[in-house]
């Protein structure tokens, strides 16, 4: 139930939180709960997925996606993550969750999560990579068709060298995963 009681805290308070712009960072708040912990007594990996989970969504409502994907039978889907742990987030303690879109390729989005101590301190980062799946015209859409769509004028900056990789790393998978399933 904790889950459900989060995700109803992140939507009502979408709107107080304005428009999200592509380039800014959206900030949510947590505390780490008995829930969220493992034998070590720190947030546990699959938690910091769900929170990123949490992440992307807020910022799908907050650009006006999910509506639009409603209205169009659209979905976001996500792609693959890669997650790196620098410092736990200990029980009981706070820690704010940055998401944010930092660019896209065709029809891929590159997204990222920080999860940040109240002293500045990142504890980790999970990059995404999503899309928005047509299931009308069974096809992903491209980013530019999907900013059209909701009315966001963002212009696309050059991947950095680490996304680069990170995108080269999750196609690899992708058809390493797919080669495996023939």
Not at 16 to 42: Q, V
Not at 79 to 104: A, N
Not at 141 to 158: F, H, N
Request: some cysteine; aromatic content about 10%.
């Amino acid at each position: 139930m904790y889950v459900w009681g989060r995700i109803a805290r992140m939507v009502l308070t979408a709107q107080s939180r304005g428009a999200y712009r592509i380039g800014e960072e959206s900030r949510l708040s947590f505390r780490c709960l008995p829930t969220d912990i493992d034998l070590n007594r720190h947030l546990n990996n699959a938690r910091y997925l769900m929170l990123a989970d949490l992440g992307r969504i807020d910022l799908f409502l907050r650009m006006g996606f999910l509506k639009a994907a409603r209205q169009r039978n659209w979905a976001p889907m996500l792609g693959g993550q890669q997650t790196v742990f620098v410092r736990e987030i200990k029980l009981w303690k706070p820690f704010d969750l940055y998401s944010s879109v930092e660019t896209w390729d065709d029809t891929q989005v590159i997204g990222r999560h920080r999860f940040v101590h109240p002293d500045g301190r990142v504890a980790a980062m999970v990059m995404t990579t999503a899309g928005a799946y047509d299931h009308r015209n069974k096809r992903f859409l491209k980013v530019e068709e999907l900013m059209e769509a909701i009315g966001l004028d963002a212009v696309r900056r050059e991947p950095t060298p680490e996304e680069k990789l990170f995108m080269e790393s999750s196609r690899s998978l992708r058809t390493l995963a797919k080669r495996d399933s023939a």
